[in-house]
């Protein structure tokens, strides 16, 4: 069984591009999480969606925005990118959305911004 | 006051050693609670589940303090192959269940 497969797997931007990330969950998960580790801290939660819909929107500005494919596979949009914006983009991918058994993590886009 | 705390470390220990981390959480009516390990430059991975009554898997156990509200996480007979991150997370419940991440807890495990 694959698990939670991102791409790409490195980046590199120059500020004020736009970037597109990503996410294929695991077969059977409805649900997808973007996250922000910048080095040294945890993860920063950025969308949540579930069937489809946004259910959660993390402190982030407009600049960030995400959808979610009939197929639950997920993509996540970066315009205007500064500096500030390198980081690990992590994805992770429930079953049902609701956490309580826990989230499965793909192995992030390392972005960097030049 | 940040809504997950962790001491971010690093604790350095000898192998074979027993350390223990905790983790405070804010939000009193946070309904479920995790412990993630993070390798360097890897994704975090679930470890185990905080149950009420407290949870053992191996030389790990986990146990919550809801009167306290914190999280702990002990390992016993460290493993070389047990440094890495150690990240707390919080469940809030309002409809969505957003996991909130603590720093992480570096842990290093020296022969």
Redesign the interface.
């Known amino acids: 069984d694959a698990g939670v497969t991102q791409s790409p797997t490195h980046l590199i931007k120059t500020r004020g591009q736009q970037v597109t990330l990503r996410c294929s969950p695991i077969s059977g998960h409805k649900s997808v999480?973007w996250?922000q580790q910048v080095l040294?801290?945890?993860?920063?939660?950025i969308f949540?969606y579930y069937e489809k819909e946004e259910?959660?929107r993390?402190n982030f500005p407009d600049r960030f925005s995400a959808r979610q494919f009939p197929n639950y596979s997920s993509e996540l949009n970066v315009n205007a990118l500064l500096l500030g914006d390198s980081a690990l983009y992590?994805c992770a991918s429930s079953l049902a959305?609701?956490?309580?058994?826990?989230?499965?993590?793909?192995?992030?886009t390392r972005l960097t911004v030049v | 006051r940040k809504e997950v705390e962790q001491d971010p470390g690093p604790f350095n220990v000898p192998e074979g050693a027993t350390v223990a981390f905790n983790c405070t959480y804010s939000n009193s009516a946070s309904q479920s609670f995790f412990w993630y390990r993070q390798d360097c430059r890897k994704e975090p991975k679930l470890l185990m589940s905080v149950y009420s009554s407290g949870n053992e898997d191996g030389r790990f156990t986990a146990q919550l303090n809801r009167a306290s509200q914190y999280i702990s996480l002990l390992i016993r007979d460290s493993k070389l192959s047990d440094s890495a991150t150690y990240l707390c997370v919080v469940n809030d419940p309002g409809g969505s269940y957003i996991p909130t991440f603590g720093r992480g807890t570096s842990l290093i495990v020296h022969p």
């Open positions: 999480s996250y040294g801290q945890g993860p920063q939660f949540q259910r959660g993390g992590l959305g609701d956490g309580l058994r826990g989230y499965t993590f793909g192995s992030g």
